[in-house]
């Protein structure tokens, strides 16, 4: 669409304008307060990509441990978020009614089995306006799949022992409308150890070969380096090592060959097209089902799992099995992301999602290459990689190798430290050295975190270097000497992109760049991508706002459920998501917009009181919000959000 036809609030042109005082959002002042602001004006650098239990637990206790002591910025460590459980919880074989028969586990089971027993002592019913005193379950899919345990019992009580609308062995299976979930034989597989990582094992030989045919080629002394680089076990005696290489020169040199016939190009995995698509981006903790079906119905075309890591998928954990999880709207364009640090892990992260998913609901696999956290970094994980990309290369190179027909793409930043970017060094090696379809760029270095504004120029300057990398390949011997016919990877630019001038901006300033990839932006303005599809600002009420809430909550309780637990599981990443939207600052009270990512507004009122309390950096006042959706909070409810940034109380 021509410039002409956008709509911009005072302003004839494209270039966006900059408020006149750095980092401060400037109010209409009949909406001002105070003039001193309420959060810090830099504090988008405190933003952070949280470190959860999740990850926590699974980098096990020495990363744990050293974690405890080191400072991790924009991060709440002293959260106490409990998990909500019932005193007196119903045996599971009784949950749409039944008797104690029903339950095989006979005197053994811990449950209980008596229902008006069950039924006295559980917490009271939901008491809230917004689902008319439904079940908001019930009422979207004819069912509730937590039957008498459910909060909104009333929706779908026939009489003091049974339910309306019990759910058949076909709607059991349905799975709430989700898709990539795991088999429990299958997951048992994993767990036992059972199942074959066949591929993984011959392409991680073949891999090996390969590098080993390149050390053949250097000196002993290189040789020792690259070993202790790549953390491969060395030899105690280098002349025993040539002569083993020697004896396996011959099975070395069958396997490359066989690596060169039998490897996938790019355009042999199906179609992606992540050209203009509108991206959000992976987001641990607050990207989770829900969040993405909603942006889905805000009108994203692509959305990615939160990031997964290999090695606990590899075991069969249900947490990270939990998160390749995805709504049947997310399908196509939904991908899933890993986060490893050696090809072993990467390989069979992948033929485990491969193999035990449909893989028609996962349109890429993606490698993250650019988390930042600590507890990661240190175990070779996230950009970590950046700073190894030989084996960046050999971890993408194993999981195109076992992902069957699925693309695999990789996400990174501009570095790991300051002052020293290496993405435009690596776009040569990811041409010349992968098969891989796309690459997404956030221009920030590790070490810058969110501090800085992301650098657009030497994201534009990256991706015209992998086009000129791609020429340069499909005129070089190397190309004409494979089957490969010629493949471009797209690429994909991200960081601080908040409005749709930015997004239009940059992706028309350079060609090379396919698409634009937003993440806090989409979270503090889910509307972010109809604004980009009617090229204008849209000034949301607080009714609409609200409406979108609603949204969240009825597709949270679809996901976690309307029992005790789902309600608590609900509520909490409510408040998680409610630490990015209350930072929206309405366009109506602007007095110049869009407000940047590192703006902070003074003190304001909104044009009403629910667009006043939306806006609240109050933690209790999220919870007053998520209360008009999942009633009143529970006794020990507690809830500290992920980031520092989002946590200021209004007193502070
Ligand atoms: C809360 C949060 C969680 C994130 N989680 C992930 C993640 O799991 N994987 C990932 O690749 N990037 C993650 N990121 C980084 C974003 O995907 C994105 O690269 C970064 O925020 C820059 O984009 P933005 O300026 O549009 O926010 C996360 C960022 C935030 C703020």
Redesign the pocket.
Known sequence: MSEAKRHAPDSDDSTPKRSHTAGVAQIKPQYIVSLTSNEPPASASL????TNDRIQDSMGPQGGKRGKNKKRRGQNKNRDNRQVKEQNPLCPRLVFGGAREDCSFGDKCRFEHDLQNYLQGKATEVQCDAWNKTCPVFDAVGFCPMGFKCRFLSGHLKDAESLVGVPDEKQKQWHMGEVNVIGGDQKLDLIKRRFQFAKSDEVLEIIDSIQQEHRDEMKPEQQIAAEAKDDVEIAPQVVQREKELKEHRERQKELYLKYKDTRYFAQEKKPLNLNRKKIV???????NLPYRRLMRKLGADVT?S??ALAVPLIQGTNSEWALPKAHSTEVPGYGV?IACSKPWQAAKATEALAANLDNSNISEI?L?S??PIDLLYRQGSGSALLDNPARMIRCLNAMNYVSNDIPITV?IRTGTKDGHPIAEGLMKRLVYETDISAV?L?G?SRQQR?TKS?DWDYISKVANTLRESELEYSNSEQFKDTRESSHRIQFVG?????NWEDWYRHLEGNSNIDSI???????IKPWMFEEVEAQQYLDKSSVERLDILKDYAQFAMEHWGTDMYGIAQSRRYFCEFMS?FHRYVPMGICERYPVY?NERPPHWVGRDDMETLMGSTDVNDWIKLSELFFGKTEENFVFMP??KSNSYSVNN
């Open positions: 933003d952070e990509e949280p981006s992976p987001l641990t903790t607050v990207g990615y939160e990031m992301q993606n993250n650019g988390c996400k997404t956030h920030r969110y992301a991200n960081g601080d992109v908040n990839m937003v993440a806090r932006g989409c979270l990015f990512l992920k980031h």
